[in-house]
Every structure is written in structure tokens, then in C-alpha cells.
């Protein structure tokens, strides 16, 4: 464990010194990361900004396990997660993971229901418990009607809130959210970033947004900025001063 | 339920695919069904040709030999290892106007003595076997039927003839079932009546035969003894059942296994439109599954996933073609029982094979893309519009 995981349990993420670069043809690579390190305090809200091409999602996707770094080291509830073998992150994804992707990606074929069960099953619930879970967490979201319903049956903002439920379903450490109003208009965004602040407040639940939405921004309580593949910016560093060594 | 789902997601496209294994599975069947019918057959004739030897005239096959006289019994019973020769008439029902696949339906004379040491069994469904002194009485073949309108105390005609059914066989599978059996005597005098001008003014009816059964002693090789009587008796040769099934048995093998072959190569045509299906259907939901390993799905959950898809596609085919197969060989079946020739049987071991052939198929059609689609890199596949 580093000595800033050692030092401060109540950190849910610590990124240190994250390089992420990709070979475009023969030898011509990109920097999409170059030295990144942040710390996510446990239970908070935290918005990752940037304009496109600034590493943001990259950032998010190394985060959660979607993708390796090509150097640095990922910490996850005092577990370092960038070094896992490979087989293994399916079941971190699925157990301390939750996911929202923009235009919600939900399974067209599946009900609400059985896209929010889904993420149990993976975990390795029995369908039946699966479906109970799921239930549960579509009633939180308001859409206990609707488990039937499939995304086409689905407004906007309702799919929204069957992603969040998926999310949210396994009780995940962390939630990770890729530009999660991007496809809604202002009405629905705000009654969705709403919902996640309720969520965050009553569960404790850490979200973590990559957001272009100033809005979405606003209402977090931790702001990183990004540029270039680097950390111009991050709020915790003027609060607290306890981490970061900005880029 | 969500399997199906997934499956016909895309319609038209998945029932084609599902065509192509209907009728793949539908060649096999109707092909396989020929085979087992011929392979039954066979094997009829090798369980009955196991402790005989069967005696004709310059060589040939019981329904093609030429005429000998009834007199060479006595020669083939002075060979060692002889029990009993039975003398025989074996000719056609009626004169064959097309070709036939299978046994053509036949008459058969027999002088009764061997029927104490017959060890095939055959059993009757109505009525009696034949006995000494029987005049003008038949036992018809249960394929035979119908075409002859056949009721045991009827009586009916063959090869312009009156005659009364005096017994039914039960079903063999085998040559009994498209067989006719009378006493030698009126055999004689049909198959005298069917010979050319020139011989039937020379040769009497009660002297001729088509062949001899000659039955083996149990501490005897049938095949040796039919060895023998070729060669110490001037022309006559004989054949045991090591030769019926190296002739016939190998022949109708060779035949059975090239009509199942082409079976199976419609089937396999089938199969491939399973890759490609399989196929695209993947690449179509690359985002879904940059969604499902997003979400915590393993390599080894998405491979099951598509695999039982493809798996489902197999065996809605296979069961659609078997369906299809039966019923069409039950109504050829039934069409040709009227003419006495079934052609088909579609055993259990053809059935259960097709379909479990047909979900293979399947399972291994969308193996490849299955384990392309568990490759996928998670970020790469969502981004994939």
C-alpha cells in the first residue's frame, strides 16, 4: 500500500503518476495520460472536466478497470487494482464497480428489469435474487411501474434512471459516470444529477463524473480539471492540500 | 426467454439462418433414413445367412438365378456339414418396370424341409405358417399389405393366380416384410409359366428350382461348407455368410455411407450460415458487449452467451428438420407401401444424431465468433457506434 492509501483510509481511489499512452501506426504514439495522481475521498462526488481529447475519459476507464495504465499505480479501497491479472476484473467491475455511460447503453432486447438484474447475475446472484435486487433499486429510482419496459418504451430520462439503477445494483464502492447528462435536455439532467446527489447522500455512495455539464460540475463537491492528459486543476488540493502533485 | 429474445432479434434473418439447418437436417434425415432402411435390410440378411449356405446354378443372386433341377438337393446334402437342403423358387412379384433402390418384392417357393432348423425368427401377426399339403395358400410380408389387400381367409391374386392368405408376418424390418411365401409347388408353377417358350415345352414345372438353402450343422463354418460344394459339385456354387456380407453387406455400406455423406454436407452448408449469422449478429452488438464486460461480465460468460445462442439456433433447426423429415418419409412411406416399397426408417439413433449433429453445429458455428467477441477490448467496443 502507498504511503498516502496508508495514511488515509478514507480515500476510495488514489491515482499515482498515471501515464496512459497509445501507438498510432508505426511510430507515432499519443499521450493521453502523462503523469496524472489524484486521491477521491470515500463517499464524496467528484467531477472530472475537460475539453475533448484532455484524458478524461481515459482517466475513467483506467479508474475502472476498463483499461491498463502504461505506468503508474491505481488504488481502490486500499487495493491496488492496475496490476490485477486480467481474468480477475470482471468480478472487481462487478462487485465494487458501477457504471453509467452516456446515452445510457442499456441491452435494447432486456427489460429494465432484467438490465439492471444483469449486472447481479454477473456478480453471481441466482436470477432470482438478481431480479429481487433489481426490483429494489428500480423502486429507489422511481421506476418500480417500468421494470417491464424496454428501452424503446422508455423516455429519456427514464433510461437514465434504470442506468443509474444498474449502476447501484451490486452496492458498488464507487460509481463511475461518463458524460452522464450528455444525451438529456436541461429539465431531465437536473432531475437526474438530483437523483444522484440523493443517492450519494443516503447510501454514501462515491460518484465520480466525467462531465462537460458546468451544472453536473456544480453540484459535485470536488472539481478536477484536465488538460492535455494532465491535472491543471482539482479543488481537494485548495481545501485540504493533502494531495496531488498537480501536473 | 431472453435467449429467444436475442436470437430473433433480428427476424428474417436468424429464420433463414434457421432454414438452412431445417434443411440440412431434413437431407440427413431423408438420406440417413434410406441408408438405415438398407443397413436394416442387410443386417436382416446377415443374421438370416449366418448358419446357411446358399446353393445356386453358375453363381448369383437368389432373385436373378437361373433355373436347376430339384435333384441336386440330394448332392448338396452329401457334402460334410450339411443338415438339410431345402430346394427353392425366389423370383418377382410382378416384373419390375422401373429401377428399384432396396429389395423389390418377391415370391418364395419353399419345399418346408428346413423349416425345423430355421433359426430366424419370424413371427406372425395373423394367422399360421405354411405346413405340408398346403395348396394355393400364401403368407404375405406386412409391407406387402396393403398392396395385395391382404386378409388372413382372403383370397387374392399373384402373378394372375387365386390364392389364400393363410398368415400375416409381423413387421422385420428386413426381407420378410416384401415377401410372399408358398409351397414349392405352386412356386414351380408360376416361375414355369414366366420361362421363355423354348424351355417351358422342355422343362416340367415340379423339377425346378432357383436354389438350394443348404443348412449348416452348428459344429460346421457355413463358409467352408459352401466352399466345398463349389468345388465338388460340377456346376453349382455356393455362398455362406462371411461372402453375403462382403457382397452385399459391403456394397449397400459403400452406398449408405455416400447418400449420409451428402447428407451431412447439406447439413454442414447449414452450419456455416450459423458463422456467419453468428457473425455479424457479434459485430452488430459490439457495444452491447462493451456494455456486458463494462458491467462485470467474464470472457467465459460472453463465449457461454453466444454460444448457447448459436446452440438455440441449432437445435430450433434440427427439430424443425427432423419434424419435416419424418413427416415426409412417413407420407413417402406411405405412398410407397401401396407398390410395397418403404424406402425410409428413420431410427432413433438417426433422429437423436441429426438433431444433436444440427445443436453442435450450431455451438461450434458460433464458436469462433463467441471467442471473438470475448476478446474485445471493453473500451473499444463501447465506443463502437
Given at each position: 500500500m502507498s504511503d498516502a492509501m496508508e495514511g488515509n483510509l478514507n480515500q476510495i481511489v488514489e491515482v499515482i503518476d498515471l501515464h496512459k499512452s497509445y501507438r498510432l501506426g508505426k511510430n507515432n504514439f499519443v499521450h493521453?495520460?502523462?503523469g496524472t495522481s489524484l486521491s477521491i475521498k470515500k463517499g464524496g462526488m467528484t467531477a472530472i472536466m475537460g475539453p475533448s481529447g484532455s484524458g478524461k475519459s481515459t482517466l475513467m476507464h483506467i479508474i475502472g478497470s476498463l483499461d491498463t495504465p502504461s505506468k503508474g499505480e491505481v488504488w481502490l479501497a486500499g487495493n491496488r487494482i492496475?496490476?490485477?491479472?486480467?481474468?480477475?476484473l470482471p468480478k472487481l467491475r462487478a462487485s465494487k464497480m458501477g457504471f453509467i455511460f452516456q446515452g445510457f447503453?442499456?441491452?435494447?432486447?432486456?427489460t429494465a428489469l432484467e438490465n439492471v438484474a444483469l449486472a447481479a447475475e454477473y456478480k453471481g446472484l441466482s436470477r432470482k435474487e438478481s431480479a429481487k435486487l433489481a426490483r429494489e433499486r428500480l423502486d429507489v429510482v422511481g421506476l418500480g411501474d417500468r421494470i417491464r419496459h424496454r428501452q424503446s418504451e422508455l423516455s429519456g430520462g427514464e433510461q437514465h434512471r434504470v442506468a443509474i439503477a444498474r449502476a447501484l445494483v451490486n452496492k458498488p464502492d464507487i460509481v463511475l459516470g461518463d458524460?452522464?447528462?450528455?444525451?438529456?435536455d436541461t429539465e431531465t439532467s437536473r432531475e437526474i444529477i438530483q437523483m444522484m446527489k440523493e443517492v450519494n447522500m443516503t447510501t454514501g455512495t462515491t460518484f465520480v463524473l466525467v462531465t462537460h455539464d458546468p451544472e453536473v460540475a456544480d453540484s459535485c463537491d470536488h472539481q478536477i480539471q484536465m488538460r492535455d492528459g494532465s491535472i491543471?486543476?482539482?479543488?481537494a488540493s485548495k481545501i485540504d492540500g493533502s494531495t496531488k502533485t498537480l501536473s | 426467454m431472453r435467449l429467444l429474445r436475442n436470437v430473433f432479434r433480428r427476424k428474417v434473418r436468424s429464420i433463414l439462418t434457421i432454414l438452412g439447418i431445417v434443411i440440412g437436417v431434413f437431407a440427413l434425415i431423408a438420406m440417413g433414413s434410406m441408408a438405415e432402411k438398407l443397413t436394416l435390410l442387410v443386417d436382416g440378411g446377415i443374421e438370416y445367412y449366418k448358419d446357411k449356405a446358399i446353393v445356386s446354378e453358375g453363381g448369383g443372386m437368389a432373385f436373378m438365378a437361373s433355373p436347376m433341377s430339384k435333384d441336386r438337393i440330394k448332392e448338396v446334402e452329401?457334402?460334410?456339414?450339411?443338415?438339410v437342403a431345402q430346394a427353392e423358387i425366389n423370383m418377382l412379384l410382378e416384373d419390375l418396370e422401373a429401377v428399384n433402390f432396396g429389395q423389390p418384392p418377391m415370391i418364395v417357393g419353399t419345399d418346408l424341409r428346413g423349416q425345423e432348423y430355421e433359426s430366424f425368427e419370424i413371427t406372425f401377426a395373423k394367422g399360421r405358417d405354411l405346413k405340408e399339403g398346403d395348396h394355393k395358400k400364401v403368407i404375405v410380408g406386412s409391407d406387402l399389405v396393403n398392396k395385395l389387400d391382404a386378409k388372413v381367409g382372403k383370397r387374392i391374386k399373384i402373378r394372375g393366380e387365386k390364392f389364400e392368405v393363410i398368415g400375416i408376418l409381423e413387421?422385420?424390418?428386413?426381407g420378410p416384410d416384401l415377401t410372399v411365401v408358398m409351397s414349392l409347388a405352386d412356386a414351380q408353377e408360376l416361375y414355369h409359366k414366366t420361362l421363355p417358350d423354348v424351355l417351358r415345352k422342355e422343362l416340367k414345372a415340379e423339377d425346378l428350382v432357383t436354389g438350394i438353402t443348404a443348412f449348416v450343422?452348428?459344429?460346421?463354418d457355413p463358409d467352408k461348407v459352401a466352399k466345398t460344394i463349389g468345388k465338388e459339385i460340377e456346376g453349382l456354387s455356393a455362398m455362406g455368410p462371411k461372402a453375403f456380407q462382403d457382397q452385399i453387406g459391403s456394397a449397400v455400406g459403400v452406398f449408405s455411407a455416400i447418400i449420409t455423406l451428402i447428407g451431412l454436407v447439406a447439413l454442414m452448408v447449414g452450419g456455416l450460415s450459423v458463422v456467419n449469422t453468428m457473425s455479424m449478429s457479434i459485430a452488430e452488438r459490439t457495444k452491447e458487449i462493451g456494455i456486458r464486460k463494462a458491467i462485470g461480465a467474464s470472457s467465459f460468460k460472453i463465449i457461454r452467451q453466444f454460444l448457447m445462442e448459436s446452440g438455440v439456433i441449432g437445435i430450433i433447426g434440427g427439430l424443425i428438420g427432423l419434424g419435416l423429415g419424418i413427416a415426409f418419409t412417413s407420407v413417402a412411406n406411405a405412398a410407397g407401401n401401396e407398390s410395397g416399397?418403404?424406402?425410409f426408417l428413420v431410427t432413433p439413433r438417426l433422429a437423436i444424431s441429426a438433431v444433436l449433429f444440427a445443436l453442435i453445429l450450431g455451438i461450434i458455428g458460433g464458436f469462433f465468433p463467441a471467442w471473438r467477441a470475448s476478446r474485445l477490448n471493453p473500451v473499444e467496443a463501447l465506443r463502437y457506434e
Open positions: 493521453a495520460l502523462r492496475d496490476n490485477l491479472p486480467k481474468k480477475k447503453n442499456l441491452i435494447p432486447t432486456l458524460e452522464p447528462t450528455g444525451d438529456l491543471v486543476d482539482d479543488s | 452329401s457334402i460334410d456339414g450339411v443338415k413387421k422385420t424390418l428386413t450343422d452348428e459344429d460346421h416399397t418403404a424406402l
